[in-house]
């Protein structure tokens, strides 16, 4: 009785916690929206107080896989030079993939930066666009330090040859908008090997350092614009946080999870400060960008995919999406007083006419106020409630016509994002991953631990009854998990000719310590990939001996065969793989010294060999010796 309410608050306890952790990201209000205080301008159809910029990520420049990665970006590069002349060019890091051809290591390649190198140089021969970059984890692969020289950021990349290795600030201006862009540097440092070398961190110093980089932009700035790799549910700082520190921006521009294989093409969200965070698909695989565009003081954006209908690009900017605003940084009360509606339009053809609709009335026609801005006259006072849409139409001098669609609202109706985006940016990964492991290491330990004492557990209790009975497999199969919160997971050559030590909860090498919080993530996907099917395995095999004890001769002797080892072999052969990965990854010390792939290759292969060596009598004893306690 006294173990069933243990069991039963450690249950309740482990249940409100991970509660926790999903209400506190999901469950919260945003700040009050702007009032119109003594602001009594008027946006109409001028031209001034508008300028656009863009934004990719993920670029992975190979000198191995997919040439056209490369060539299709450097033609990107060139038509958005011509054709929409952005402000700016912000690219988040990623810029090269730094895999070896096999994919099992990684290092850097001057090939690849080279590569990376013409779209900057590209950029700054066409005109005026500043080209802001900032380092990936890929980027920062087995670079142990800024300035050593396998980190070809600092010559090839376009910041990196102004000496903006870390954190910097670039505050741009044109048509008499100022934004201070704010990049956030938060790679590992030094940067480890992959895999482990998956998450960002940023310490006290560096903070600080981006505080006073933050009241600079905002002393001299209209906005403030953030841009980094790492999502910031990927990073890891010290309390008050990252966010905090953004709280006062406009939004923060990253990339690094993709899409997430095909999850979340969309992954956008406002954080509880007001801030709004936009994660951006891959150009790597997906070959998307992002044209972003901030008018009278409203951001607005829209991601293309490149290779599905590049051109025309309309991007509506006045009034915004509905979806994408941020009324307590935004002057959204403008909107019920404007006169007209603004949109963008970039081609690579001569544009003939662009018409709107709003709610399928009449199209009215739009005038050019420059090359690339739209008005039409409107009464916003029709649009008060509810969200509306606004149809686009626009004609080429081949005669093609593109319509694109525009939801928006001026009370403050708001059309949902996609859940999975949201939770993923919203969400503590690390503490997520770290919630993750822990419970695997509960499903291992917990349940066979209560088996050997004979708790009468439904379902698994039957099945798990005769291996936790046996010492021999028991006390290896209980420490091994346990062993992986503490112990150390192997040490080898986390970076080129510098050994370091690899923990569940952190790394230490060259000199210094890495929360390296992939391997949170790691240890889980270990946990589930090979120490419980091991222990299923296993089970399967000690159990079918015993049955085939009770039998005086099995009925089906190649399928009993096949059943006590078929499983075992593909996880002793899945684990010799995963060693040999580890190698080439880290070395031949990684293999000698590394408990955490080869240790259990060879534990593996003892307990298999154990299971079917055992004495007969051994299994038929501990097989009818139910309910008694076994420590």
Known sequence: MKLNLVLLIAFVAFIASFANLVSETLDYGFPDDLVKADDNTTVGDSSENITWFVHVT????????????????????????KHVEPSVVVVTGDLTDAKTPDYSGSRQYREEW????????????????????????????????????????KEYSSQGKEGNLQSYLKIVEHNKVRIGFLAVDSTLKPGPRRPFNFVGALNRAELDHLS??????????????????????????????????????????????????????RMVVRHKT???????????????????ALDNG??????????????????????????????DREPLYKLISSTHVRLLVFSQNKIMSVHISIDD??????????????????????????????LVYVEDDFGSIHVEEHSFSLDGSQIKLPFIGQFILLVDL???????????????????????????????????????????????????????????????????????????WGTFVYGSYLPTATTWLYGTYHLITAHLPLLIALAINLNTRLSDANTLSPKYPVYSFIKRNGLMLLIVLKQAWLVQSFYLAYGIWAVILGPFRTGYLVMSCILWTLACNIDEKTLVKYGSHKYQKHF
């Not at 490369?70 to 990107?76: A, H, Q, R, V, Y």
């Not at 990936?136 to 396998?150: K, R």
């Not at 009449?362 to 969200?387: F, H, I, R």
């Not at 039957?462 to 006390?475: R, V």
């Open 361 to 390: 009335s009449d199209k009215m026609k739009c005038q050019s106020k420059n090359e690339n801005l739209y008005t039409v006259k409107w009464n916003p006072e029709l649009y008060a409630k509810g969200t509306h849409k606004i």
């Open 114 to 153: 080279e590569d990376y190198n013409k779209a900057v140089t590209l950029a700054k021969s066409r005109n005026k666009t500043v080209w802001l970059d900032i380092r990936g984890n890929h980027d920062n692969f087995d670079v142990p330090h800024l300035q050593h020289e396998q980190n070809y950021f």
């Open 58 to 81: 993920d670029l992975h420049i190979s000198k191995f896989y997919v040439p056209e990665r490369t060539s299709k970006f450097l033609e990107l590069v060139s038509e958005l030079l």
């Open 212 to 265: 006073k980089l933050a009241k600079k932009s905002e002393a001299e700035a209209d906005a403030t614009v953030w841009f980094g790799h790492y999502p910031t549910s990927t990073i890891v700082s010290p309390q008050p946080g990252l966010r905090s520190l953004m709280s006062s921006g406009l939004v923060y521009l990253c990339g690094h999870l993709h899409n997430l294989h095909g999850l979340a093409y």
């Open 274 to 292: 007001g801030l709004r965070e936009a994660e951006l698909t891959d150009w790597k695989d997906n070959r998307f960008y992002r044209i972003m």
């Open 298 to 327: 409203i951001l607005s954006f829209k991601d293309i995919d490149y290779d599905a209908k590049p051109w025309p690009v309309v991007l509506v900017t006045w009034p915004p999406r509905s979806e994408y605003t941020a009324g």
């Open 430 to 504: 690390i503490a997520f991953f770290q919630f993750s492991f822990a419970a695997l290491v509960f499903v291992c330990v917990v349940p066979l631990t209560l088996c050997r004492v004979s708790f009468p557990l439904p379902v698994i209790g039957k099945s798990f009854q005769l291996i936790s009975s046996i010492s021999l497999f028991y006390y290896p199969l209980v420490l091994s998990p346990l062993y992986l919160t503490i112990g150390p997971w192997f040490i080898g050559e986390v970076l080129t000719n510098s050994v370091g030590v690899v923990f569940c």
